[in-house]
C-alpha cells in the first residue's frame, strides 16, 4: 500500500535537538498528569495514560523518568491544575492550523497563541473553522533501518490497521482511532518501537506555499507556537516541500 505520507508532513514537531528535549519532557509530563488524576496511575485501567506514555516513549522519554511523573501526579493533591484547550486558525497563504494545548491559565495561552498568529500572517479563528478539514488518525511511524516490509506490512494489517506506506527511510501505519490501541499494542507486544505514536488530526487535502515568504511565515510561526510551554500539538495542512 502506498499513498500521501502524513507523518513526513507533520514531521516539523517531532524535530527536536537535543537542547529542546527538556522541553518536550515537560510538555509529556503535563499530558500524564492530567491522565493519572482523571483516570489513575494503572494504565492497564486508564487508555489516555496508556497513549500518554506510548506517546512519550516514541519520544524517548526513559522509563524512569515516565514512572516519577505518575507517582508525583498520584501524590500531588491537585497542585498541578491544567486542562486541554484547543485552537483554530489560519495560517499564512490560507493554510489551516490546529493547536493543542494544556494549560493552567486559558487567558494567558490564547493571548500568546492569538499573537504568533497575528505576527506571522494568519489569523486565530473560532472554534470549529478548520477542523472540518481533518480526519482523526491513528498515525505510527516506525523506523525502517533493519526491518523487512512485507513482515511488518502484514502484522500491522492482522492486527487492524487501515492502512501502510513507506518513504523516506520509515513506515507509516494508519488505523482507525478506535482500533489505534490494538494496533500499537500488537507491534509493541512484537518488538517494535516507534518514532511516533499518537492520534493526530490528519488534513484531507495538503496545501503548497512554494519557497517564498508565505512559507518563510508559515515555519516561523510552527516554530513560535511548539516553542510555546503550553503546546502540546500543532497540526495543519501545510505540504513542506524542504
Not at 518536550?24 to 498528569?33: N, P
Not at 516506525?142 to 526491518?147: I, L, N, Q, S, T
Request: hydrophobic letters at 35%; charged letters at 30%.
Amino acid at each position: 500500500m502506498s499513498g500521501h505520507s502524513k507523518w513526513k508532513n507533520i514531521l516539523h514537531k517531532k524535530e527536536r535537538t537535543d537542547a529542546q528535549r527538556a522541553k518536550v519532557f515537560t510538555k509529556l509530563s503535563r499530558e500524564i498528569i492530567v491522565a493519572v488524576k482523571e483516570g489513575g496511575p494503572d494504565p492497564d485501567a486508564n487508555a489516555r495514560l496508556k497513549d500518554c506514555i506510548a506517546k512519550a516513549r516514541a519520544g524517548n522519554v526513559p522509563n524512569d523518568n515516565i514512572k516519577r511523573v505518575i507517582e508525583r501526579a498520584s501524590g500531588s493533591g491537585g497542585a498541578e491544575n491544567y486542562e486541554s484547550a484547543r485552537y483554530e486558525g489560519y495560517g499564512p497563504g490560507g493554510t489551516a492550523v490546529i493547536v493543542g494545548a494544556m494549560t493552567d491559565n486559558r487567558n494567558r495561552t490564547a493571548g500568546e497563541i492569538r499573537h504568533y498568529f497575528d505576527k506571522f500572517g494568519g489569523n486565530l479563528g473560532t472554534t470549529g473553522c478548520v477542523s472540518w478539514f481533518f480526519e482523526r488518525k491513528g498515525i505510527l511511524a516506525v523506523d525502517a533501518e533493519g526491518r523487512d516490509e512485507d513482515t511488518l506490512m502484514a502484522l500491522a494489517l492482522d492486527a487492524g490497521a487501515s492502512d501502510f506506506s513507506a518513504s523516506d527511510g520509515f513506515f507509516e501505519i494508519e488505523a482507525e482511532p478506535d482500533d489505534f490501541p490494538g494496533v500499537r499494542d500488537a507491534l509493541e507486544a512484537a518488538g517494535i518501537s516507534f518514532l511516533s505514536a499518537q492520534v493526530e488530526m490528519v488534513p484531507q487535502n495538503w496545501v503548497s506555499l512554494g519557497d517564498g515568504e508565505d512559507a518563510k511565515k508559515m515555519r516561523r510561526l510552527l516554530d513560535a507556537l511548539e516553542d510555546n510551554d503550553d503546546v502540546q500539538d500543532v497540526w495543519h495542512n501545510w505540504e513542506d516541500e524542504e
